[in-house]
């Protein structure tokens, strides 16, 4: 099982993430609630995967994104996002996402995503 990073600003949403992927058996190395959280856990964690929203207070998920590939993290990223625009995801892709969920999703597709990408 993966080892994973939960980057979103809603609380609430992080603990939905976190018991579907404990339950799944993934183990959940921490969790931030903007881009400078989540910036400090790449430093602090050796992670599998990043679950990231891409609209944050602050920085945004792209500008963590740019960052990750500029350092050139091993980390899969998978946006989790409500946003669904088609040149805000073509540049999530472009910065290194392997995949985009849409919000709402159901806790199977986020596995099925997040065991894809833990594979690769």
């Known amino acids: ?52 929203d891409l609209l944050m207070p602050g920085k945004s998920g792209l500008d963590v994104l740019k960052k990750i590939k500029k350092d050139k993290h091993n980390l899969n990223v998978l946006i989790v996002t409500a946003v669904n625009r088609k040149p805000i995801n073509e540049r999530a892709k472009k910065y290194g996402a392997k995949k985009i969920l849409y919000k709402p999703f159901d806790s199977d597709e986020m596995l099925k995503m997040v065991d894809e990408i833990s594979k690769k």
């Not at 579907?20 to 964690?45: C, P, T, V, W």
Request: charged share 30%; proline share 0%.
């Open 1 to 52: 099982m993966a080892d994973i990073l939960i980057v979103d600003d809603s609380s609430a949403f992080r603990t939905v993430i976190r018991r579907s992927l404990e339950q799944a058996g993934h183990k959940i190395l921490g969790e931030g609630a903007n881009a400078d959280e989540a910036l400090k856990l790449l430093k602090k964690h050796q992670a599998d995967i990043m679950l990231l």
